[in-house]
């Protein structure tokens, strides 16, 4: 960019530094919808994001529910895919070598009891690349485990301080939107020890095939993601935002830079992009470029600036 006086002022600085790691711009990929980021080799250098957050990871390898499983609906999707995954073990000895060096990877953690939670984190804990953990505390369609550790405040505490127990990586922990208060969830993390929240996973809900009469997944219920719950995800993210003195990692309906701006006003340290990836799996790649572009326009210095700089005058 020009000055006014013809000289080129500096490229704006895009690094941040989320829950204790330190990325070189604020755009991840979101868990569950970016496989476990080899996938995505051939359509994206991955090391122009600022890191991505792997498929959750159990103890044991795991398949998912039984199709259907995901249904496109107005401005978005419902998914019940129900963890399916390699395995925490297969996923270190298989998956990440093919990473490359320098990409922060973010395991996400699941299990069906808090002790299985505490193994995974154990496992992934020491392991060259993985610079951080996400425990989803927040999957909707998923019998055990997920979504009661997510509702009910006395569990979820159990879960963080048993996480934290198991591991010195920084713990970001991911919150369900299905509850009254995602700002009183987010202070029970972050009194158990949590370096960083993630918010939100996807919103629980039905799709009906009326000619059938029957539910459109199998799992009868699913998960909506996609620009539909972005506004609802941006007044969680304000909200956990404004609770907590930990830093938030933004998600839902994230599709273009100018989302992800939403998202940073909103109070988000950093974002995730996720049901985009499906249509375009460049995008976040894009949308680094595209916040560096805003940056430049509006004369923004460091991305880290317009954190929680939503203008309420
Ligand atoms: C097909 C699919 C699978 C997902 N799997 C996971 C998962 O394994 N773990 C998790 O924490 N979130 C999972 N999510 C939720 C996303 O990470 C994200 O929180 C949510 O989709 C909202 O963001 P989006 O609207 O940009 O997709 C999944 C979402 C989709 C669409």
Redesign the pocket.
């Known amino acids: 960019m020009s000055a006014q006086d013809g000289t080129t002022a500096p490229a704006p600085d895009l690094s941040v530094d989320f829950a204790g790691i330190a990325l070189r711009n604020p755009v991840l990929t979101?868990?569950?919808?970016f496989g476990y980021g080899v996938e995505f080799g051939p359509f994206l250098d991955l090391t122009r994001l600022g890191g991505f957050v792997a498929?959750?990871l159990t103890v044991d390898p795991r398949h998912g529910n039984p199709p259907p499983r995901?249904v496109e609906t107005p401005a978005g999707?419902l998914?019940a895919?129900s963890?399916e995954n390699v395995g925490v073990d297969d996923f270190v000895a298989t998956k990440l070598p093919a990473i490359p060096d320098g990409v922060p990877v973010i395991a996400?953690v699941?299990g069906t009891e808090i002790d299985r939670y505490a193994e995974v984190c154990k496992r992934l804990t020491g392991v060259p690349k993985v610079a951080g953990l996400?425990v989803?505390a927040?999957?909707p369609h998923v019998k055990a485990g997920g979504i009661e550790f997510g509702q009910d405040p006395q569990a979820l505490a159990t879960l963080v301080a048993a996480c934290r127990s198991a591991t010195d990586l920084p713990l970001v922990i991911?919150l369900s939107p299905n509850v009254t208060s995602p700002a009183e969830m987010a202070r029970v993390c972050e009194g158990e020890g949590a370096d960083g929240i993630a918010a939100?996973?996807?919103l629980q809900a039905l799709e009906v095939d009326p000619e059938t009469r029957r539910p459109a997944l199998a799992n009868v219920l699913g998960?909506l993601?996609?620009p539909a719950?972005r506004p609802v995800a941006q007044r969680i993210v304000f909200q956990i935002a404004q609770a907590v003195s930990i830093p938030v990692c933004g998600?839902?309906?994230?599709t273009c830079a100018a989302d992800a701006v939403r998202f940073l006003l909103c109070g988000a340290t950093a974002i995730?992009?996720?049901?985009?990836n499906y249509l375009n799996p460049e995008v976040a790649g894009e949308i680094v470029e595209g916040l560096a572009a805003y940056c430049e326009r509006h004369g923004v210095a460091r991305v880290a600036d317009l954190v929680g700089a939503l203008d309420r005058s």
């Not at 979101?30 to 919808?33: I, Q, V």
């Not at 998600?251 to 994230?254: A, K, L, N, R």
């Not at 995730?272 to 985009?276: H, L, S």
């Open positions: 979101a868990s569950g919808t498929k959750s995901i999707m998914n895919i963890l996400s699941f996400e989803n927040s999957c991911k939100i996973n996807t998960g993601s996609g719950i998600m839902g309906g994230i995730q992009v996720g049901t985009a």
